[in-house]
C-alpha cells in the first residue's frame, strides 16, 4: 500500500481540480466586479442624467410662497444631513474604497451647498446635477451594500430633486413630465436594490467555495497522512508475522524432534536442548506480543474518539 499509482493519480486530480476551482473563483470574482461597475454606471447614467436635463431644460424657477421656500429649504437640509450621516458611516472603514466615497460625498455636500446659495441661476442648478451624479456615483461604487444604506441615498437623492420640483413651475404638462421621470427613478432604484441582493448572494457563493476549496485540502492532508499511517502499519505487520513464523517454526520443528517423529528419539541431553530452543522461541514470541500490544495501546491514545468506541 506504500506505492499506490490509483491513490497518486486521485490525489493529483483533486489538486488539479482544485487549482482550475481556485483560478475560476478569481476570475469570477473580478469579472463580476467589473461588470457590475458597468451595470452601476448605465444605472446612474440612466436615471441620473435624465431627471436633471428634465429639470435643468425648465427655463424658469420660482420661489413661490414663503412656505414652498421654507419646504425646499427643508428638503435640502434633509441632504445635506443626509451626507453628513454618509461621511460618518464611511469614516467607520478606513479603506481606499471607503475614503474615495467620503472624499466624493463631500464634493457632492460642497456643491449642494454653494448650489443652495443661488440656485435660481445656472450656476446653482448645474452644479447640483454634478453634485447629485458625484453623490450617486460614489456611494453605489464604493459604499456598502446594505440595503437601509441604500435607503438612506434614495432619501437625500429623492430630496434633492424635491427642492427642485418645488422651485419649478408648476403646469399641468410639467406635472406629467415629473410623474413619469419620478416612476422611472424608482423603477430603476428598485433594480439597484435587486442586483445588490443579487452580488450578495454571489458573494455568499464565492466565500462557500473558499469554505469548500479550504474542507478539499483538509482531507488531502488527513488522507495522506492517513495513507502513510497504513504503510507504516503494513511494514510493523510484515516484520511481526515473520517474527511470529520464524518462532513457531521453531517451536513446531523441535516438538516433533522431542516426539521423536522424523528421528530415533533423542537421549536426555538432547531433550534438554530441545527444550531451551523451544523456550526461547517461545520467549521470543511473548516479546513479540507484547510489542503488537504496544503498538495497539499507542494508537488508542492517538485516536481517543475511537478508543471510546471500542470501550
Known sequence: MADNPELDNTFAI????????????????????????????????????????????????????????????????????????????????????????????WVALSMSILATIDFTRPPGYIMNFISSAILVFAVYIFFPVQFWHKICL????????????????????????????FAYLMVNFIGIVGSRNSNLRQRELFAALEREKETTEKIGKYAHALEKANSDLDACARIMANELKSGLTGIMGYTELLRGEKNEAPDDENKLAYLHKIEQAAQQLDATVDSLLDLSRSRKKDHPDRNRKDR
Open 154 to 181: 434614495g432619501i437625500a437623492y429623492t430630496c434633492v430633486n424635491l427642492s427642485i420640483i418645488i422651485f419649478m413651475k408648476p403646469d399641468v404638462t410639467d406635472l406629467v413630465k415629473l410623474a413619469v421621470y
Open 14 to 105: 483533486h489538486r488539479g481540480l482544485a487549482e482550475f476551482r481556485d483560478r475560476q473563483t478569481e476570475l469570477g470574482f473580478w469579472g463580476w466586479e467589473i461588470s457590475q461597475i458597468k451595470t452601476q454606471l448605465k444605472i446612474m447614467i440612466g436615471f441620473t442624467i435624465p431627471l436633471n436635463a428634465f429639470f435643468i431644460s425648465n427655463d424658469f424657477f420660482f420661489l413661490g410662497t414663503s412656505g414652498l421656500l421654507v419646504l425646499a429649504l427643508a428638503c435640502r437640509g434633509v441632504f445635506i444631513l443626509s451626507s453628513l450621516a454618509m461621511i460618518i458611516l464611511l469614516s467607520v472603514k478606513t479603506t481606499v474604497r471607503t475614503i474615495l466615497a467620503a472624499i466624493s460625498v
